[in-house]
């Protein structure tokens, strides 16, 4: 226990880790949907003629109470000189590394509303798209749960009273049976060193949460949908910085941050070396397949020849969205129904092994006329 600056702060340390408890009900995050409402009122306000300054200070009238606490710091090293983006980089929480480099270069062309406008956008989509993987995962994961309720119910209600029957009746539990009721047991003698258990392992998924997410990208299913959202993401990334203004390496180099792997990086790398040589965009797109699939080097390469590549590659992303849709489309399809078949499975085993030996019993009774 330390002593901080409003009073005693609690700390864990767990495999080389500080952690706050704190941390674990109260992280300030901003949300995709607050950076819209942010970036296009901005746009708005700019578009009309008002200066940045003014603009932030009406910003700061309209908008919710996290908004306005950064309006409010905006405004304070805006007047004590600073630029829009210098000021954006105190601002990390809220201001990703995209909008700053955004933002630098909406200045330096003195295009700030149509810059932040197009962040806007970005935003915007990246919102849409999040939302329909979330729908997608939502009816998988809904299963999931409604099996492990199921299980539960079984586990700690139904057969702590089937159990007392049996003693009364005397019948032999099968072997399933006995191992569910000796868990049941153990849960109910030992829930205080479970729960601790389970709270343990949660501490630890959260601190081993980069590890476990790389490992199951690696998954054959989920790698392909993972490597595809990831092109979609790179390719309107880059498409809007080059609208922007950035130059081409540049641009390269900043929408190269949504690659993580490393292969992938050392292709991003070679293909920045590349167009540094002064080797065509569309010839080099077709040698990295790391960074651009067939398809995208196929509109990179137009897009370099008509001298419209920011609107090639946000054709390519388009197209890949709905490849991505329709992947997911079949994925819940095929998983779906095997989630159910499985939860059915496993219900119907349950109750087989609960009434089995009870059915046995009665057929063993003697008749009577």
Not at 97 to 119: C, N
Not at 138 to 165: D, E, H, I, N, R
Not at 305 to 330: F, H, K, S, Y
């Amino acid at each position: 226990m330390v002593r901080g600056r409003y009073g005693y702060v609690v700390k864990i340390r767990l495999c080389s880790k500080t952690w706050k408890l704190t941390d674990f009900w109260h992280s300030k995050s901003f949300t995709d949907k607050q950076r819209i409402i942010f970036f296009r009122q901005l746009a708005v306000i700019l578009n009309s003629g008002i200066p940045l300054l003014q603009g932030i200070e009406l910003l700061q009238r309209r908008l919710d109470k996290d908004l306005a606490q950064v309006c409010g710091r905006l405004q304070e090293r805006l007047r004590a000189g600073s630029t829009l983006h210098n000021s954006m980089m105190q601002d990390r929480e809220f201001f990703p590394a995209l909008a700053i480099t955004l933002a630098a270069a909406g200045e330096s062309s003195g295009e700030l509303q149509r810059v932040m406008e197009a962040a806007a956008d970005y935003y915007a989509r990246q919102y849409e798209l999040k939302c329909f993987l979330y729908k997608a995962a939502a009816y998988p994961v809904f299963l999931l749960a409604a099996t492990g309720v199921v299980s539960l119910f079984f586990l700690l209600y139904v057969l702590p009273q089937m159990a007392a029957v049996y003693v009364s009746m005397r019948a032999e539990p099968d072997a399933f049976l006995q191992s569910v009721l000796w868990l049941n047991s153990f849960l109910s003698a030992y829930s205080l060193i479970v729960t601790g258990s389970l709270l343990g392992i949660a501490v630890t998924f959260k601190s081993r949460w980069h590890i476990i997410k790389k490992s199951m990208l690696r998954l054959p299913g989920v790698k392909n949908i993972f490597e595809l959202v990831v092109e979609i993401r790179f390719c309107k990334l880059l498409a809007l910085l080059l609208n922007s203004g950035l130059n081409i390496t540049v641009a390269v180099e900043e929408a190269g941050r949504v690659f993580t792997d490393d292969w992938r990086l050392m292709q991003l790398y070679l293909f920045k070396q590349s167009l540094i040589r002064g080797i065509d965009i569309g010839t080099a797109a077709q040698r990295y397949t790391g960074i651009f699939s067939p398809l995208t080097a196929e509109f990179v390469a137009v897009g370099t020849a008509t001298g419209c590549l920011p609107q090639m590659l946000t054709e390519a992303a388009v197209i890949l969205e709905q490849d991505l849709q329709g992947r997911l489309e079949r994925f819940r399809e095929l998983f779906a129904p095997m989630l159910l078949l499985v939860a059915a499975l496993f219900t119907a085993l349950v109750v087989c092994s609960v009434m089995g030996p009870l059915f046995d019993l009665f057929t063993a009774l003697p008749e009577y006329d």
